[in-house]
C-alpha cells in the first residue's frame, strides 16, 4: 500500500519557538495533502488541505498564520507551527491523496510538545 | 449535516467474540465510507471501506454493513481478538475532505 511517512516523530520545544514537521509520500505522487490535529482521546480534525503549488485552505477557526502549510513537491508537504505555546501540544497528523480526498493515507504522526 | 455520529464510546468484548461498532451520515453527497484503526501514539490505518451502491463488504474478519436508506453503517469484528484492540474511527467523505466519527475504544479481554 501507498506509505506516507512524518519527521520528526516526536518533538519538544520552548514557547515562542517555531516548529517545522515534514509529511512525505513516499512511493506516490500526492496532489492532495491534509494536516489534522488530534487532542488525547478525541477525533481527528482537519487543520486544512494543501493542494502542490497552491495556497493550502485553513478550515474555519484554524489559524494561518500560526500554521504554515507549503506543499512545494509531489510529495512533500511541511507544516510549521509559528511561535509555538503549550496549547499547541498536540498530536499531527498528515495524511495523502493520489486522486480522490477520500482515499487518504495517513502518516504516522508527531507528537508535539510546547514548554 | 456534515456530521458523522459513532457510538459505542467504548466497548468491551470477549476474545473470539464479536464487537460491532455502528455509525450514522446526514449528508447525501458523502460517497465513500472508510473505517480506520488506531492504535495508541500511531496515525489511523484504513481498515476497510465501502460505497453506497453496496450492502455489505466482507474482508476477513472485518465486514461493514451499509443501509443507504436508513444512512446508517456498522462495523462487525467476527472473532475478536486482544490485538483487535484499539480505537476504531467510521468516516463518510466526497471528493473533498472525510469526515470522522468520534471514535469508539475497543477493549478485547484474553
Known amino acids: 500500500g501507498a506509505v506516507v511517512s512524518q519527521h520528526p516523530s516526536r518533538v519538544i520545544c520552548k514557547s515562542g519557538t517555531s516548529v517545522k514537521i515534514e509529511c512525505r509520500s513516499l512511493d506516490f505522487q500526492a496532489t492532495t495533502m491534509f494536516w489534522y490535529r488530534q487532542f488525547p482521546k478525541k477525533s481527528l480534525m482537519l487543520m486544512a488541505t494543501s493542494n502542490e503549488g497552491s495556497k493550502a485552505t485553513y478550515e474555519q477557526g484554524v489559524e494561518k498564520d500560526k500554521f504554515l502549510i507549503n506543499h512545494a513537491s509531489l510529495t512533500l508537504s511541511t507544516l510549521t507551527v509559528t511561535s509555538a505555546h503549550p496549547e499547541d501540544s498536540s498530536f499531527y497528523i498528515c495524511s495523502a491523496s493520489e486522486t480522490r480526498a477520500n482515499e487518504q493515507f495517513f502518516g504516522p504522526g508527531t507528537r508535539l510538545t510546547v514548554l | 449535516q456534515q456530521q458523522v455520529k459513532q457510538s459505542p464510546q467504548s466497548l468491551i468484548v470477549q476474545k473470539g467474540g464479536i464487537s460491532i461498532i455502528n455509525c450514522a451520515y446526514e449528508n447525501t453527497a458523502f460517497d465513500y465510507f472508510p473505517w480506520y484503526q488506531q492504535f495508541p501514539g500511531k496515525g489511523p490505518a484504513l481498515l476497510i471501506a465501502i460505497r453506497p451502491d453496496v450492502s455489505e463488504k466482507k474482508e476477513g474478519r472485518f465486514t461493514i454493513s451499509f443501509n443507504k436508506s436508513a444512512k446508517q453503517f456498522s462495523l462487525h469484528i467476527m472473532d475478536s481478538q486482544p490485538g483487535d484492540s484499539a480505537t476504531y474511527f467510521c468516516?463518510?467523505?466526497?471528493?473533498?475532505?472525510?469526515?470522522f466519527g468520534k471514535g469508539t475504544r475497543l477493549h478485547i479481554l484474553p
Open positions: 468516516a463518510a467523505s466526497n471528493l473533498d475532505k472525510i469526515i
